[in-house]
Nanobody, 123 residues
Framework: QVQLVESGGGLVQAGGSLRLSCAAS????????MGWFRQAPGKEREFVAA????????YYQDSVKGRFTISRSNAKNTVYLQMNSLKPEDTAVYYC????????????????WGQGTQVTVSS
């Protein structure tokens, strides 16, 4: 069983930055593909970014390309989402997700999910 705990959310003005962290329990984190998703009020949860087990491959939703960066530290069992140039439309609850696979996943096909952290961007 793997537990994922997100942190780093908060309230920021448009144009600002936040860094989300997702700490994972367990000794096999380095084997996990990881992803970030978000869900705004009244909308479905959507893919934001994903990273391979090694960190060598990353993928992004088009709307966040060039503004968000996903990274990981396997030594710290943590995956990060650096968010720059934030916009009001980035407001959502952000979730991290993980699956023990060598394949990068950009769909909802993850096994483990965190509880989420709220990001609010004011205009």
């Amino acid at each position: 069983q793997v537990q994922l705990v997100e942190s780093g959310g908060g309230l920021v003005q448009a144009g600002g930055s936040l860094r989300l962290s997702c700490a994972a329990s367990g000794r096999t984190f380095s084997s996990y593909a990881m992803g970030w998703f978000r869900q705004a009020p009244g909308k479905e949860r959507e893919f934001v970014a994903a990273i391979s087990w090694s960190g060598g491959s990353t993928y992004y939703q088009d709307s966040v390309k060039g503004r968000f960066t996903i990274s990981r530290s396997n030594a710290k069992n943590t995956v990060y989402l650096q968010m720059n140039s934030l916009k009001p439309e980035d407001t959502a609850v952000y979730y991290c997700a993980g699956k023990n696979t060598r394949v990068v996943i950009t769909t909802h096909d993850y096994v483990y999910w965190g509880q989420g952290t709220q990001v609010t961007v004011s205009s």
